[in-house]
Structures are given as structure tokens and as C-alpha cells.
């Protein structure tokens, strides 16, 4: 996913402050854009469906209620995922299945493809067949050598790994899931990256700093970032070294010069 001598634009849920996130018209503004990847979000309804959609509740984005893993596919599809959207919306989007987005991205953009977590009632649980489903998905779209997998829930990217050893994975690293306080956390991060078989370090911007973009490249991981969206901190992932800057104003990263 690297391109020479500039950070790779990628579009975090297709652009999130451009168009309804997660939703074919945001990833087809972002390739009208010429973003260099696209960012998504992948779940499992309850008969067993892939789904692009960020939330494990409904509400914030549409107009059902529930969680989305006691959905079946039909009732999902039924729902307007622009239906929040501020400032409106012209059209009705529906949510995506991974293959419609995966056939609308493919030989145009990189994707960053998030592995989520269920959650219920605040308690945190794994689709059990998400990710071998994901895998097929990406074997039939012959897109294995297009996709980047990230998680917060590292142990998915090691069954995706031991499952396609192939495949390209990212550790997503935050406070929520390593325990940044501690000493030496980011070479032990690093260094579980690496027992896992990935190449990417994908951080929360608020947690970057040189001295951590530092550490991750003198341990030869290669470094995403995630969510800069004002130009001073697209900015100051430039200026540390990320390689690769996931924003939901792709817009404003592009037209920058933090993007040459």
C-alpha cells in the first residue's frame, strides 16, 4: 500500500464528513476524488451476510433500532443509512454488502478493511464465521493483494493469517486496547505486531508523537494513522513519517500540500 515520497490518502468509511459513511455514494465520491484507498467497516448479520456499517446499534445512522447482529439481512437492507446525515441527504442509501463495495473499489483504490467486534450491552464478542467469509470474499474478487485487514481485536487478524498467510494485516493500536502508560509500550506493541505476522501499525493520531513514529520504524513496521481531519493534524502525521492517513475530509488532504 505505499506509495514513494508521499502519505497515502485514505478515505475513513469513504469520506465521513462528505457523504453518508459506509455507503456506496461515499466510496464512489471518494474515487471521484482519486483517493489513494478507501477505509471500511465489516460486520455479520444474523443469517450470515457481510455488511459494510461502522455501529453495532442502528440508531445513530439509520432509521432502525437493535443491534445490527440480531438483524437478518433483509430488515438491514430495508433501512436508509443516510438516513442522519447532517445537513440531509439527496438519495437513500442502502447499507452494502462487502461484495458491492469490493466490486466498485476494485483496480481503483487500495482498502483499509476493518474486522469489527460484536457488542452487546456493552460486552465485546467475535462473529464466529466473519472471517473466513471475508476471505472468501476477497479470494473471488481476486483482491487479496488489495486489502489491508485491521482490527482493534488482534486475534482476528491472527486467524485471518493463519486462515490466508497471504494476506496483508494491521494491528490497530489505541488506548483502548494496549496499555499506553506503560513503559516501552510501543516497541511491545511492535513486537506483538511482528509475532503476528503483521507489517502495519495502524495509531490513533493523538498517540503519535516523533518519538513513537520513531520507535515503530526502527522496528521496520511500516505506519498508518487514523482519524486527522484538520490540516494541522494531517500535518503533524506528515511531518513524523505515517505513511498512510485515514481522514474523513479526503478533500482537504488532497488538495493540500501534504499530499506531494
Same mark, same amino acid.
Given at each position: 500500500?505505499?506509495?514513494?515520497?508521499?502519505?497515502?490518502?485514505?478515505?475513513?468509511?469513504?469520506?465521513?464528513?462528505?457523504?453518508?459513511?459506509?455507503?456506496?455514494?461515499?466510496?464512489?465520491?471518494?474515487?471521484?476524488?482519486?483517493?489513494?484507498?478507501?477505509?471500511?467497516?465489516?460486520?455479520?448479520?444474523?443469517?450470515?451476510?457481510?455488511?459494510?456499517?461502522?455501529?453495532?446499534?442502528?440508531?445513530?445512522?439509520?432509521?432502525?433500532?437493535?443491534?445490527?447482529?440480531?438483524?437478518?439481512?433483509? +430488515?438491514?437492507?430495508?433501512?436508509?443509512?443516510?438516513?442522519?446525515?447532517?445537513?440531509?441527504?439527496?438519495?437513500?442509501?442502502?447499507?452494502?454488502?462487502?461484495?458491492?463495495?469490493?466490486?466498485?473499489?476494485?483496480?481503483?483504490?487500495?482498502?483499509?478493511?476493518?474486522?469489527?467486534?460484536?457488542?452487546?450491552?456493552?460486552? +465485546?464478542?467475535? +462473529?464466529?464465521?466473519?472471517?473466513?467469509?471475508?476471505?472468501?470474499?476477497?479470494?473471488?474478487?481476486?483482491?487479496?493483494?488489495?486489502?489491508?485487514?485491521?482490527?482493534?481485536?488482534?486475534?482476528?487478524?491472527?486467524?485471518?493469517?493463519?486462515?490466508?498467510?497471504?494476506?496483508?494485516?494491521?494491528?490497530?493500536?489505541?488506548?483502548?486496547?494496549?496499555?499506553?502508560?506503560?513503559?516501552?509500550?510501543?516497541?511491545?506493541?511492535?513486537?506483538?505486531?511482528?509475532?503476528?505476522?503483521?507489517?502495519?501499525?495502524?495509531?490513533?493520531?493523538?498517540?503519535?508523537?516523533?518519538?513513537?513514529?520513531?520507535?515503530?520504524?526502527?522496528?521496520?513496521?511500516?505506519?498508518?494513522?487514523?482519524?486527522?481531519?484538520?490540516?494541522?493534524?494531517?500535518?503533524?502525521?506528515?511531518?513524523?513519517?505515517?505513511?498512510?492517513?485515514?481522514?474523513?475530509?479526503?478533500?482537504?488532504?488532497?488538495?493540500?500540500?501534504?499530499?506531494?
Amino acid at each position: 500500500m505505499q506509495i514513494a515520497g508521499r502519505m497515502v490518502c485514505v478515505a475513513h468509511r469513504g469520506g465521513a464528513r462528505l457523504a453518508p459513511e459506509n455507503t456506496l455514494g461515499a466510496f464512489r465520491n471518494a474515487l471521484a476524488l482519486e483517493v489513494d484507498a478507501v477505509e471500511l467497516d465489516v460486520q455479520m448479520s444474523r443469517d450470515g451476510q457481510l455488511v459494510v456499517f461502522h455501529d453495532n446499534t442502528l440508531e445513530r445512522l439509520t432509521e432502525g433500532h437493535g443491534n445490527l447482529l440480531d438483524q437478518d439481512f433483509a +430488515y438491514l437492507r430495508s433501512l436508509n443509512a443516510a438516513a442522519h446525515f447532517p445537513g440531509g441527504w439527496s438519495e437513500r442509501e442502502q447499507i452494502p454488502t462487502l461484495r458491492e463495495v469490493l466490486e466498485l473499489v476494485k483496480g481503483r483504490a487500495h482498502v483499509l478493511l476493518e474486522l469489527k467486534s460484536s457488542q452487546r450491552d456493552g460486552v +465485546y464478542g467475535r +462473529y464466529s464465521r466473519m472471517v473466513p467469509a471475508v476471505l472468501e470474499d476477497l479470494q473471488i474478487m481476486e483482491m487479496l493483494d488489495q486489502v489491508l485487514l485491521i482490527a482493534f481485536d488482534w486475534e482476528l487478524l491472527a486467524e485471518a493469517k493463519q486462515r490466508q498467510p497471504e494476506v496483508e494485516i494491521g494491528l490497530i493500536l489505541s488506548s483502548e486496547v494496549w496499555d499506553v502508560q506503560a513503559d516501552g509500550w510501543v516497541a511491545a506493541a511492535c513486537m506483538r505486531a511482528r509475532e503476528l505476522g503483521s507489517a502495519w501499525i495502524d495509531i490513533d493520531h493523538h498517540l503519535l508523537t516523533p518519538g513513537v513514529a520513531q520507535i515503530i520504524r526502527q522496528e521496520g513496521l511500516h505506519l498508518a494513522a487514523w482519524t486527522a481531519n484538520t490540516s494541522e493534524d494531517i500535518q503533524h502525521c506528515q511531518e513524523v513519517g505515517v505513511e498512510a492517513l485515514a481522514t474523513d475530509r479526503p478533500d482537504l488532504m488532497l488538495r493540500s500540500s501534504m499530499h506531494v
